[in-house]
């Protein structure tokens, strides 16, 4: 299904509606089949309900599945569930597509098979898949989720070149001159790469819980 309105939408941000204009989208979808409005007002608000909702559960995601189960979510809304919907029950039309997005992604992560596989300390190999972990205490595990969630984040905000230096920084504890030696380029062009990769993230603070905040704003003031 080719969703209304692809062109206008990806740069409009968005932003909370009075009544009278989510009576006025609805009614242009309803009555008018027109959807063009529905999708650019709600586009971006679907897509942080599918990131944030992989982050809070710790699962891993590609570059490209947020954008796929958003697609996936507008050919549900626009299809079946907007018909639905009941302005008495107390959401507004905003938080009630938050609501459906986050309910159907929650959904999406319960059938995904590609798990991370968390070992413990005695089945650690040494040509153990990178993304596993050791969990030795619940201190470690807390910081593994915190670790993974900003991850996740990292996937879609960072470059190339900042993902690969911050995920061997943060995951793999290696010191600039160590990532520096592992990926043949300077430690300033490391120091470089990291400074901008949290700064990033910092900037994208809607994606992070104040816990992840503040572990990414105490590794910045690390450099």
Known sequence: MLIPGVNKMSEKQYKRLSKDDEEKILKQCLIDNDWIEFTCQYYNLVKSAVIRTFINKGSLFDHDEP???????????????VRKYDRKKGLSLGGWVYCISKRRTLNYIKTKRNRIKLVPIKDNKADADPFEMIIDSE?????????????????????????????????????PYEIAEYLGISISAVN??????????????????????????????KM
């Open 67 to 81: 954008d796929e189960m958003r697609n996936e979510i507008f050919v549900h809304l626009i299809e079946k569930a």
């Open 139 to 175: 201190d470690r595990m807390a910081e593994i989720e915190i670790i993974l969630s900003i991850l996740n984040a990292a996937q879609i905000i960072l470059t190339e070149r900042e993902k690969e230096v911050f995920l061997l920084y943060l995951l793999e504890k290696k010191k």
């Open 192 to 221: 470089a790469a990291l400074t901008r990769a949290k700064k990033h993230l910092l900037r994208e603070r809607h994606l992070f819980t104040d816990l992840e905040i503040e572990y990414v704003r105490n590794l910045h003031q």
